[in-house]
């Protein structure tokens, strides 16, 4: 299963990257506003530290605008993703551009029909967002097991990025039935290191390592 972080915060990148860990990054338009930083040299400064697949957004929503956008932001680095929003115009835009070899993530997805259109189009990856579906009261993990055992009945090359994800348990749950990657915020990349038995299991390691000490030195 590959990590990628769902930031545009380079600290956060920098970190994730030296932990060995992560594999790739996706943003979206509302992670780069949060940062405040140029669009483009931000996608640049992302792909010099990931060094790994870096998914950067269209703004357009008509398909020329789209393929123009998405050919701009692919001469950035070879490590760009378009990332194309799920729509008629935007499936059109994935088909144009996976014939031209610019990698695409089809983004927005909250049904297994969407994720059939973005593999059909030849979307290198597709994003279904599994904590907006249970924002509204949806089993965003059924859509996604969903997507994955329709994708395997195809072997369908479009690689599944489990999106929208919110805590530890999303990305377990996202591992167990196979899903090639999870995209997920800084903050729950930092939760997967966490347990209570670690931290009490060091505590008492180092506590008996001092007492040794002590006697040893009498
Ligand atoms: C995916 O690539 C999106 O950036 C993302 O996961 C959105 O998640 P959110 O629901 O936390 O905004």
Redesign the pocket.
Known sequence: MKIFL?TANLEEIKKGVEWGIVDGV???P??VAKEGADFKQRVKEICDLVKGPV?AEVIALDYEGMVKEARELASISEYVVV?IPMTPDGIKAVKTLSREGIKT?V?LVFSPAQAILAAKAGATYV?P?V??MDDISNDGMRMLSEIVEIYNNYGFETEI?A????HPMHVIEAALMGVDIV?M?FEVLEKMFKHPMTDIGIERFLSDWKKYLEKVKK
């Open positions: 769902d996706t943003t979206n509302t992670l998914s990332k993530n983004t994003s967002f904590g907006r990025i999106a929208s994800i919110r995209t915020p």
